[in-house]
Structures are given as structure tokens and as C-alpha cells.
């Protein structure tokens, strides 16, 4: 029917303005983050890029844990005042865990030596972590409303601050610290965007706040702290424990190296695939609300990541090397060859991630928890036992992460045809498939 296939093709030119608004944002904060990391990496070395590194991991670490994952589920009530009370909890439960993290930080401060430093350290820590999870919050509150304009701001913000204060600390030879402050301004400078939404919202919404209501909401979307809560927490168990791995193994240059690296790899990821990723999670999301096929969507995704893959990707496999050492500087070259071995990881690393929101939304999350683990564990057994044959030298380095990244290949492809297996498992047992394709 003409009529139908009008608003089909509205939807879709809706999907596309709101993937073109959000990566129009992310790629300007990314491209500010190009533009000076040439100069930010000659003021600072692969070892004080590792010692940041290790307390971003922790940053991250508390983060996830922080709201038991429940932010995840605030784009997928039908009613907006549910939405907003799944907000709530989530802040409660975020405060209790800040206040404990802190706690178990200052135990640790008080049980060691007196040094301001370390205290300044747990500060930062704790500060860090709670703009970061409004941050959080804030992203799946505007996704809900398809608020996007907002987020591309509050990226291009956080970008703006962070790359120009490491810029102008490292001028100062500030060190570490220099990166840590860069990092705990731009986390709250990021946040702002969201303070003003939430107070508004709370207060037009207050008559709506039930305890009740709010235990059976925690209850409807529990899968969330009980399974994708394990699986996110592994995650960044996982990346923690590879930074104290390999700095006790190799060395703190070494992870700093390391580090760098997969950042940069992983940019493609945050450049495209993030964007992409919410914008998907919010279509998918109304998809399952109304009951359309799922697999069509997913198909056409995955097929626009791959090729959007092979250009990036493709340039660092065969020219990494020279590239960090000519854009980052001789001290990074390393990096560049560690970055040659880890594309293929990486670029399936890119083209799942938009998608790993599908198993949230269809009540999958405890199989690709399990796939998530898997994926977690032969990185840690590589990285910890594969240095005891090979040795600590550069050939035994390279020959390590050869080994990791290959793994990490299959594994991931694996979990690419689990993500296409249960879209279209969906559409099988959903009920108006039938009437769809009839349209």
C-alpha cells in the first residue's frame, strides 16, 4: 500500500537523520581528539599513558557497577513516568556504590602509608565515577526521548575539554596527573548536559514516584544487574586485570603501548559504531514494542559495519607501524606494530559492538553472557600464561598477541552469527510476522 511504504520510508529517513546527527557530533569530538593527539603524545610517554590507563580501568570498573546496569533498560518502558522511575532507582543505587567504593578506597588510604597523592588519586577516582555514570544515565534518558542533539553536544564537549587540558598540562611537564585531571574535568564537564533534564523531569514527575511501582519495575527488567551486569563487569574485570597483567609481566611502557594502540583501534569504533549503536538500540527497541520483524535491521547493520570496516582497518594492517611512528611520534612505534597484529580483533570488535544491545532488548543477555566470558577468558589465559613459553622480548610480545588476536577472531565471529541466529529466531515466534510480510 502506498500509505504504508510513505511512513516506512519516513521511519527510514528518521533513522537516518538521527545516525547522521549523532556521528556529525562524533565525529567532530573524535576529529579534536585526531587533531591533537600528534602533540599530546609528545608531551607524555608509553609509561605515564600506562599508569592513566590503569586508573581509567578502575574509573570504568566502579562505573559498571555503579547502577547494577539498570540505566540500560530507561529507553524500553512503553511509559515515559516508568522510565523516568527506573532513572531514579538507578541514581539511588549508584550513590550507595560510590559511597562503598570510597569507603574501601580510604581503607586502603588509611592501612598504607600517609600519602596526600594516593588520597588525591582515590578523589579523582570517585569524583570521575559518578559524573561518568550520570553521563551514563543521561545517554539512555535522551536516547529514550531521542533527544540526540543533546548527546553530539555533550560529546563534542567532553572532547573539547579533555584533549585541550591535556594539551595545556602537558606543556607543563604535568605527567600522569596531567591525563588524570584532563580526564576528571571532561567527566563532569560531559555530565552538565544532562543535570538540568533530570531536574526538570523530577520535578514534573514527582507525583509519579511509587516504591512499589519502582520494585516492580527492578523486578520486570532484573535480568539486567543478574545477567548483563556479570557480563559488563567481566568486561571491565577483564581489561583491568590485562593492564596489571601486562605491566607486571612486560612493563608499564609496554601496556602503555598497548593501551594506546587499542584506542586507537578502537576509535573507528567510537567514531561510528557508538552512534550507530544507540540509534539502533532505540530502533530495535520500538521494533520489538510493536512487534516488526527484527532481522531485517540487524541484516542491514551488520552488512553497512563491515564495509564501513574496510578502509580503516584495512590502512593500519598494512601501514600501522609507520603511521604511529610518523603521526604520534618515534617512541610510538611500537605501538604501531602492536596495532598491525590486533586489527582483524578489532575490526570485529567494531562491527558487533552496534549490535550488542539486540540480546537487552530480546531477553538474551544470559547466553551472550556466557559468549561474552568465553571471549574474556582466552584473553587472560593468553596475556598470563603465553609469556611463559614465548618469552617477554619483542618476537615473544608480537607472537603472543598474534596468538590472542586470532582467538578473539573466531570467537567474535561466532558471536556475529549468534546476534543474526536470534533476531531471526524472534521474527519466527513473533506473532504479526506474517502481516508484515503480507505488507
Known amino acids: 500500500m502506498p500509505f504504508i511504504k510513505t511512513i516506512q520510508n519516513a521511519k527510514k529517513s528518521d533513522f537516518l537523520k538521527s545516525v547522521s546527527v549523532l556521528m556529525t557530533g562524533t565525529i567532530l569530538a573524535q576529529f579534536i581528539g585526531y587533531l591533537l593527539a600528534p602533540v599530546i603524545t609528545r608531551y607524555f610517554s608509553p609509561s605515564e599513558m600506562g599508569e592513566f590507563g590503569l586508573f581509567q580501568r578502575i574509573v570504568v570498573l566502579i562505573t559498571t557497577i555503579a547502577t547494577a546496569r539498570y540505566e540500560l533498560a530507561i529507553p524500553l518502558p512503553k511509559k515515559h513516568s516508568d522510565s523516568f522511575l527506573i532513572f531514579r532507582l538507578s541514581i539511588r543505587i549508584a550513590l550507595i556504590t560510590i559511597t562503598i567504593s570510597f569507603a574501601f578506597l580510604s581503607f586502603y588510604y588509611l592501612s598504607n602509608n600517609f600519602e596526600l597523592e594516593r588520597l588525591i588519586w582515590i578523589i579523582c577516582i570517585c569524583t570521575t565515577s559518578f559524573a ?18 543533546k548527546l553530539t ?22 605527567g600522569k596527573w596531567g591525563l588524570i585531571i584532563s580526564f576528571v574535568i571532561s567527566s563532569i564537564a560531559a555530565s552538565f548536559y544532562f543535570i538540568p533534564d533530570y531536574l526538570s523531569q523530577s520535578k514534573e514527575k514527582l507525583s509519579a514516584l511509587s516504591r512499589k511501582k519502582t520494585a516492580v519495575l527492578a523486578q520486570i527488567y532484573k535480568d539486567f544487574p543478574l545477567a548483563n551486569l556479570p557480563h559488563a563487569l567481566s568486561d571491565s574485570m577483564r581489561d583491568l586485570i590485562i593492564a596489571v597483567l601486562l605491566s ?10 598497548f593501551d594506546h594502540s587499542y584506542r586507537m583501534l578502537r576509535l573507528p569504533v567510537m567514531l561510528i559504531g557508538v552512534s550507530m549503536g544507540q540509534v539502533f538500540f532505540n530502533r530495535i527497541s520500538a521494533y520489538k514494542n510493536q512487534y516488526k520483524p527484527l ?32 603521526v604520534f611520534g618515534e617512541s610510538w612505534r611500537f605501538s604501531g606494530r602492536l596495532s598491525e597484529i590486533m586489527t582483524p580483533w578489532l575490526a570485529l570488535n567494531f562491527i558487533t559492538s552496534p549490535l550488542s544491545t539486540l540480546p537487552l532488548v530480546l531477553n538474551r543477555q544470559r547466553s551472550f553472557f556466557v559468549l561474552g566470558i568465553t571471549l574474556s577468558i582466552f584473553q587472560l589465559i593468553g596475556f598470563w600464561y603465553l609469556p611463559k613459553i614465548y618469552g617477554t622480548n619483542e618476537a615473544g610480545i608480537e607472537t603472543v598477541f ?8 573466531v570467537l567474535s565471529s561466532i558471536i556475529a552469527l549468534y546476534l543474526l541466529w536470534i533476531a531471526q529466531k524472534s521474527d519466527v515466534s513473533n506473532p504479526m510476522n506474517a502481516i508484515f510480510k503480507s505488507k
Do not use: C, D
Open 248 to 257: 607486571t609481566i612486560f612493563s608499564e611502557q609496554l601496556f602503555g603501548s
Open 153 to 174: 553536544y555533550s560529546k563534542i564537549t567532553n572532547s573539547f575539554v579533555l584533549n585541550g587540558s591535556r594539551v595545556i598540562l602537558g606543556f607543563f611537564h604535568t
Open 132 to 149: 561518568l555514570l550520570f553521563f551514563n544515565l543521561g545517554t539512555n534518558w535522551s536516547i529514550r526521548h531521542q533527544h540526540f542533539k
Open 295 to 326: 532481522f531485517p535491521l540487524v541484516k542491514r547493520m551488520l552488512i553497512n559495519l563491515i564495509l564501513l570496516s574496510v578502509v580503516p582497518f584495512g590502512i593500519i594492517f598494512f601501514w600501522g607501524e609507520e603511521l604511529f611512528a610518523f
Open 402 to 409: 598474534q596468538y590472542v588476536t586470532w582467538s578473539q577472531v
